[in-house]
């Protein structure tokens, strides 16, 4: 046989099991139909083989290892009844050994017998009846052209008969050979309607063999190739997919790679040192090392580039880390701050509920003060008008005493009386305590009866029940000053940028007004024993707070200084200005010492802020004072003048009337001139020299009888007088204001001299020598000749 060149295997389309393809026939090489099937690479592989090219390869492979087919067949398409009817029978020796050819037809007409078997499953008599017709069909395949049908119309072909035969719908061949179809092609160019045209088929032997003959042989045939088709296929499929891997790993791009001859072109090539070289010399070394320096060092600033945005991420990641831990604290803080806007708003709540009550409370204690104030007040003026007026009935009158007590009537008699019941029980009380200097009329005169007495402390009472009930139920942290003050210490100390920044020293004082206000209900500055300011529970929490600021601050204006000051402004100077208006009696020694006292320490306090906030808040007590002075100089001060007949007894109701309102006007002079440090200079010496001393005490001196009494009243006149006015040492004449009562004194002192009273002259003179009036003294000492008081002015 002659040799065969390698086949290649063009890609035949997949079709499905039920429709007819045309397949190219086989040809000898040489001939016209093999050289037709023949591609353009004739010893490759093909370009584009796919999967039913794949499954090609071996069975064509297969094909060429059996010999050249020359006659074409038709597929046997009622080949398969003849396996139903018989038992394997051998064909006889002159069948077997016909011609190779022909027994490669049979082997490959089997696949189409197998094809076919799977549509004539259901048939039974009506095929064996035609074994004759298909014994003469079967010869005419064998001049017949060879089409090989593909892997999928055999696949589809095995699985039909396969389900035919579990459906049990033929009868079953007692054939115990198991039959492969893998390496079969499927003929599906001629339609089953087409008929067999065996009766052409020139028969090669005398005797025919029946169909179960040429089945059994073909089986015997098949089962012997088997086991050699299954190696070839094996080795082919083998060698198939290693080229595919080839060329998936090898191939490039727009680039065919013959994977065929691969092999051969990966071999390595070996130097040949025949080769000649261009010459080099030390120029193109040296430039060749520059260019390779210049790259190297470009390739080095690029990595100096890199690793400089490594340290910027490797730094970027550090702030990013440190800045998560931290933010633990930034949850912690907002956790603070959240906390204190919680305590805040129910801080503020609290107090909008309470202020309320407080404000009443505060009415409440504050209109029980002024009526009894006012009853004071109304009763002494009531008093004095109706003595007064008896007084004056008593001058008009010159009757008996029993006609004078008809003409009075019963309120002003009961009036009376009381005066006298109460005057009575003072000096009582004077002797018992060992005073023997007190002067009628210097006394407050503020004594209340038993039921009066005991209707005030029983309402004052209730007011203090209802003001200890209105912070019952809230907790110490809404109501107790120290325990307010401390959460914002906290904060002062946690966050103080955040503290002053939120201006909290201006919000405090408004947070504590109510329950400062709360604590001072029961504060009454006039009173000898009232509480001072200084240990009051609120005054020492807030200069604690005051102490910590200035020692945790590091701003040396720390604003939480003026946090005190601001209280006195907006809470302590406008309740002691309630104090002064309506309840104060300047009449009243004791009130008025406590008033003093209470505010020089107020102002004290006060004077830690500023020039402009002192003046203010200093203004803002002191006008009320003078005001209330004035009031009282015009509404309480009466000096009556009298006949010096009915003064001349200093036993008479006139006399002891005119003596006890001059030592009233006294008293009032000299609680008066006690505010010499905290009221201005001018308006003590306005109230009290001028509206009060030249009005009602000169006058009720003029009207005296000269003598030790009237020496005396001026040495108290003298003695009110505040030192700090005549300190000047070169002053040689008095304040202007003054003038009055200096002439007041040269006048009684002219009259003691020529008087057998002289020792009181001496008096006078020193009384002038207090008051710088020393031009007037040392004039009156010469007119007199007194050379034994000039000492008294070298002195000075």
Request: glycine residues 4%.
């Amino acid at each position: 046989m002659a040799h065969r060149p390698e086949r290649t295997f063009r890609q035949r389309r997949a079709e499905s099991s039920d429709s007819d393809s045309t397949q190219e026939p086989f040809a000898e090489p040489g001939s016209p139909g093999e050289q037709a099937n023949l591609g353009p690479a004739e010893e490759g592989l093909p370009s584009g083989g796919g999967r039913a090219e794949a499954a090609e390869l071996p069975r064509r492979a297969r094909g060429r290892s059996r010999g050249r087919v020359w006659a074409s067949s038709r597929h046997a398409a009622r080949a398969a009844p003849r396996l139903d009817g018989g038992s394997d029978v051998p064909g006889d020796a002159g069948q077997q050994g016909a011609c190779p050819g022909q027994q490669e037809s049979r082997a490959v007409d089997l696949s189409t017998d197998e094809e076919d078997e799977t549509h004539r499953s259901s048939e039974s008599k009506d095929d064996q009846s035609s074994s004759s017709n298909s014994s003469s069909s079967l010869e005419e395949e064998f001049t017949s052209l060879v089409n090989i049908p593909d892997a999928a119309f055999i696949q589809a072909a095995y699985r039909k008969r396969e389900l035919a035969r579990a459906q049990e719908d033929y009868i079953s061949l007692d054939v115990k050979h198991a039959f492969t179809i893998s390496g079969m092609k499927k003929n599906t160019e001629y339609p089953e309607s087409e008929t067999d045209d065996h009766e052409n088929i020139i028969p090669f032997t005398t005797k025919p063999q029946t169909l179960r003959q040429k089945m059994a042989e073909k089986t015997a045939t098949r089962n012997e190739e088997t086991s050699e088709d299954s190696e070839e296929d094996k080795k082919y499929q083998d060698i198939w997919e290693q080229q595919q891997m080839r060329k998936a790993v090898k191939i490039t791009k727009g680039r065919d790679i013959d994977l065929s001859h691969s092999s051969k072109s990966q071999t390595v090539k070996k130097f040949d040192a025949s080769i000649s070289f261009p010459p080099v010399n030390l120029e193109i070394i040296k430039k060749q090392l520059n260019t390779r320096l210049t790259l190297l060092q470009d390739t080095h600033r690029s990595h100096l580039r890199e690793y400089e945005k490594y340290i910027q991420d490797v730094k970027s990641s550090k702030s990013t880390i440190q800045n998560l831990e931290n933010s633990s604290n930034q949850v912690l803080n907002f956790k603070f701050y959240k906390s204190m806007k919680v305590y805040v708003e129910n801080l503020i709540d609290c107090l909008n509920k309470k202020i309320i009550n407080i404000q009443e409370i505060e009415s409440a204690m504050h209109a029980l003060l002024v009526k009894q104030a006012m009853i004071f007040t109304k009763r002494r003026q009531d008093e004095l008008k109706h003595e007064s007026a008896y007084l004056q009935q008593l001058s008009r009158k010159a009757e008996t005493s029993t006609n004078r007590s008809l003409a009075i009537d019963e309120k002003t008699q009961w009036i009376l009386e009381e005066i006298e019941s109460r005057r009575a029980r003072r000096r009582q009380a004077r002797v018992l305590s060992g005073n023997c200097t007190h002067q009628e009329g210097t006394s407050s005169d503020d004594e209340l009866s038993s039921a009066d007495m005991i209707d005030f402390q029983k309402s004052q009472g209730d007011i203090l029940e209802d003001h200890k009930k209105i912070f019952e139920d809230v907790h110490d942290d809404f109501c107790n000053i120290q325990n307010i003050l401390l959460k914002f210490q906290q904060w002062r100390e946690k966050f103080p940028d955040s503290y002053y920044e939120a201006f909290i020293s201006l919000c405090i004082p408004k947070l504590l007004n109510p329950l400062i206000r709360f604590q001072l209900i029961d504060w009454n500055p006039l009173k000898f024993d009232s509480i001072g300011l200084k240990q009051m529970p609120w005054f020492t929490s807030i200069a604690e707070f005051i102490d910590s600021s200035m020692e945790d601050s590091k701003k040396d204006d720390s604003s939480d200084k003026k946090i005190l000051s601001t209280v006195i402004s907006k809470i302590i100077i406008p309740r002691l200005t309630d104090f002064v208006e309506f309840i104060w009696d300047p009449l009243s020694t004791s009130q008025t010492t406590n008033l003093i006292t209470q505010s020089r320490m107020i102002l004290e306090e006060h004077s830690t802020c500023e020039n402009e906030v002192i003046s203010k808040g200093k203004q803002d007590l002191l006008k009320p004072i003078a005001s209330r002075m004035k009031k009282a100089i015009d509404d309480d001060v009466f000096i009556p003048l009298y006949p010096k007949s009915a003064v001349e007894n200093r036993m008479s109701p006139h006399s002891k009337f005119q003596e006890r309102q001059f030592w009233s006007g006294l008293k009032l002079f000299h609680n008066i001139l006690l505010w010499n440090e905290l009221l201005p200079e001018d308006t003590l010496q306005e109230l009290g020299l001028g509206k009060l001393l030249n009005r009602y005490l000169i006058i009720a001196l003029l009207n005296a009888i000269p003598g030790p009494d009237v020496v005396k009243k001026c040495n108290q006149i003298a003695a009110c007088l505040p030192e700090k006015w005549f300190q000047n040492s070169a002053m040689r004449t008095s304040i202007p204001q003054l003038e009055n009562f200096i002439q007041f004194l040269l006048q009684s002192a002219r009259k003691l001299s020529t008087s057998e009273i002289r020792d009181e002259v001496k008096e006078i003179i020193l009384i002038l020598v207090k008051i710088k009036a020393l031009n007037h003294a040392e004039s009156f000492i010469e007119e007199y000749h007194l050379d034994h008081l000039k000492s008294v002015i070298k002195e000075v």
